[in-house]
């Protein structure tokens, strides 16, 4: 087999981005020479790399075969320059880590710098990722691991390919404007509702965690995303659920009332069944960040 650097650094960016047009921009090339560095990559490996999904690209059986042997091909070329500049890089390891909305804000600072003093020689790379595909994520070697959600009243279903591990939990609460009372049942049932899409595993825990409260909400705004559900609920228009760490999307408009009866969530640690040392590493600071 004969590949170039550039056509292996073409294909990680397309991987990890799920788009020719956005790795072009992302490497500066145009969208035609991202697309021949594909065919003729796809040529040398005698199978297709990707397979559309939508309006993207995933990773077809043999794109998931060489992504990680591509990065390694591309870190080990990094770790020639910088010997060639005096480096030592004999136990420099890049891990890329998957992380959503509030895990970002909340523990990712904390995981580099958690690293950075016990595991120097290893480099996280975070990449965002929409929690609900973080599983996916994982499975096609997009992400060497992911900080995910599972909702213990609609739980994740088993996966070949995937192990996760549960680091910490969370109950519910009610979201209200700052200075606001916890609402009772009857305020609940005649409230306005922020709720995320019910097609969604986020909207159908939180839609089961109203059905706990007693009440059959009345949903009258759907948001995806939690942040501006969060400020929403901040300027009086309805209520929603957040935990604790969600509340660190919104800002000094809201409170949070805990409320145990609606259930809540675990943060889980997503990587393959069998992880190499240095995503093993990663993954138990990542533990450590949220126990």
Known sequence: MTWTLGQLRTFVAVAELGSMTRAADHLGYSVGAVSQHMAALSRVVGSDLFRRRGRGLVLAEAGRTLLPRARNILAAQQQAEMAMLGRDFRSEAIVTLGVFGSAST?????????????????????????????????????????????????????????????????????????????????????????????????????????????????????????????????????????TPIMMSLGGPDIELHPVTEAGGREIIVLTSPDPSDPVRAVAEVVAEVFA
């Open 106 to 242: 909340t523990a990712l600072p904390k995981v580099v710098r958690g690293l950075a003093e016990r595991h120097p020689h290893i480099e996280v790379r975070a990449r965002e990722i929409n929690v609900e595909t973080m599983s996916a994520a994982v499975i096609d070697g997009v992400i060497d691991l992911g900080i995910g959600i599972n909702y213990p009243a609609a739980p994740l279903p088993p996966m070949r390919g995937l192990r996760w591990e549960a680091v910490a939990a969370e109950d519910f609460g009610i979201v209200v404007p700052a200075g606001t009372s916890r609402p009772d049942e009857a305020d609940l049932a005649e409230a306005d509702w922020i709720l995320p899409p019910a097609e969604e595993l986020f909207g159908r825990a939180m839609r089961l965690a109203t059905s706990a409260l007693g009440i059959n909400a009345k949903e009258t705004h759907i948001v995806t995303d939690t942040a501006v559900a969060l400020t929403l609920a901040g300027t009086g228009l309805g209520l929603t659920l957040a």
